[in-house]
């Protein structure tokens, strides 16, 4: 089982950045896949990134291609989400999840794991 935790959220004006933080307990995050997704008020979740567990696979959503980057360390427990040139489109509140897998470059959508959400507002 595995805990996680986003940071970094926060107010932006638009054209600006944010770099958001998964981190994640236990020893064994290596073996996770990681997503991150979002959802803006009043509408569903949605997906925006994944990484695979060893980071050498990445899979985006239309919506954030080329603006955002997921990676990884795994020595640190953690996954991040570098996200530039925000819209107001952007805002929203993002989720990490996590799945366990023994497929080292596998990209899966949707975790068994969430985190509790950061907050990013960006303003116009």
């Known amino acids: 089982q595995v805990q996680l935790a986003e940071s970094g959220g926060g107010l932006v004006q638009a054209g600006g950045s944010l770099r958001l933080s998964c981190a994640a307990s236990g020893r064994t995050f290596g073996s996770y896949s990681v997503d991150w997704f979002r959802q803006a008020p009043g509408k569903e979740r949605k997906f925006v990134a994944a990484?695979?567990?060893?980071?050498?696979?990445?899979y985006y959503a239309d919506s954030v291609k080329g603006r955002f980057t997921i990676s990884r360390d795994n020595a640190k427990n953690a996954v991040y989400l570098q996200m530039n040139s925000l819209e107001p489109e952007d805002t929203a509140v993002y989720y990490c999840?996590?799945?366990?897998?023994?497929?080292?470059?596998?990209?899966?959508?949707?975790?068994?794991?969430w985190g509790q959400g950061t907050q990013d507002i960006v303003s116009s």
């Open positions: 999840a996590a799945k366990n897998t023994q497929a080292e470059q596998a990209i899966i959508v949707g975790g068994d794991y």
């Open positions: 990484i695979s567990r060893n980071g050498n696979r990445t």
